[in-house]
C-alpha cells in the first residue's frame, strides 16, 4: 500500500470529512455534499483512495423503494491512520467547509 | 440529458472501473433536483475523462514524443494529400480529385483545373520533397535521433515557401476559399510559433525540444 505523500487539498478534505464518522457507511452524494467537491472531483479521488487501500467500498440496498443499490465507502484503517496523521499535521478546521465544521 | 451524459461518463472509463461508472450512474437516480442530477452527470463525465488520461500517462502513450510523433504524421498526411490532389488534377484523374476534393469545404474540380495546370514541375518537386522530409522526420523521431527536429523544421520552411508560392498563382484565389486560406496561415503560424516556443525552451535541462528531439537523457 502507497500513501499519498504529496496528497492534494480536495485529498486532505476528502479524508477530513470521512473521519467525522470513521464507521458509516456514505454515499458518494452524501460525501460531496459535505465536502463541497463536484462529483467530477470526487470519484477519481474516491477511486485513488480505495486503490491505495485507504477506503472500503460496497454496495448497499436503498433506503428508498424502487431505487437501485447505492456504492458506499468508509475509511480502512489504514485510511483511518492517515486523515488523523494529516489532522494532526494541519487542522481539520482549516479544511472542512463551514456547514462541517458546525457539526464538529 | 443526465443518463446520457452518465452513459458516456461510463464509456470514457477504463473497463477496470465498470464498478464506479456503475457507482456513479445509481448515486444519480438518487438524487431529486433534475439540475443537480445534470450536474453529477457532468462530473461523472468528467471523472471518465480524468481517469482515461491517467491510464494514457500511465501506460506513457501520452508523451510529449508521441504529441511530436502525431504531429509529424499530421503534416505527413496534409503534405500527401496537397500534393495528390494536384497530380491528380495536372493528370485529369477526375474522380480522384472530385473524391479529394469532398475534403475540401467549398471545392470545385473545375475552379482547381487552372491551378495544377498553372503549378509549374519545380513546385510538385518541391511539394513531394516535403514529403519526403516530413517521412525522414518521423522515421528519424520514431528511432529518436536528434536530427528529427531540424529536418521537420527544413520541411515545415519549404512547405511554407510552397504555400507562398501559390499563393502568387492567380488562379490559386479562384480555387481556394478565403476560408481556407486563412486556416493554412494560421497553421504555419501555429507551428511557427511551437517551434520558436520549443527552440526558446531549448536552454533548459529535458527541454521540451530536446524531448521532441528525442535525445535520451
Redesign the interface.
Known sequence: MSRPSNASRQTHLLLAVLLEQPRAWRHGYELAKETGLKSGTLYPLLMRLSDQGLLDACWRDSDQPGKPPRHMYRPTAAGLALAREQRARTGVGALLPARVKMST | MAQKMLYHGAVLLPPE?S??A???R??A???DDDREAL??A??????GF??RL?VLRAHKMLTTHSLAVLWIVMFIVSSAFNVSIALATRLRFHGMASAMGRLIEGFHYDRYVPLADAMPMELFVLMGLVLVLFVVSLSLSLKRRPAAFAVFCGAVGLSLCAWLYLLGIPAYGQAISPEHRWRIGVCFVLTAGVLCALRLCDTAPNSPMQRLDGRRL
Open positions: 472501473r464498478s464506479w456503475a457507482a456513479m445509481t448515486e437516480e438518487h438524487i450536474e453529477w457532468l462530473g461523472s463525465v468528467r471523472a480524468t481517469e491517467r
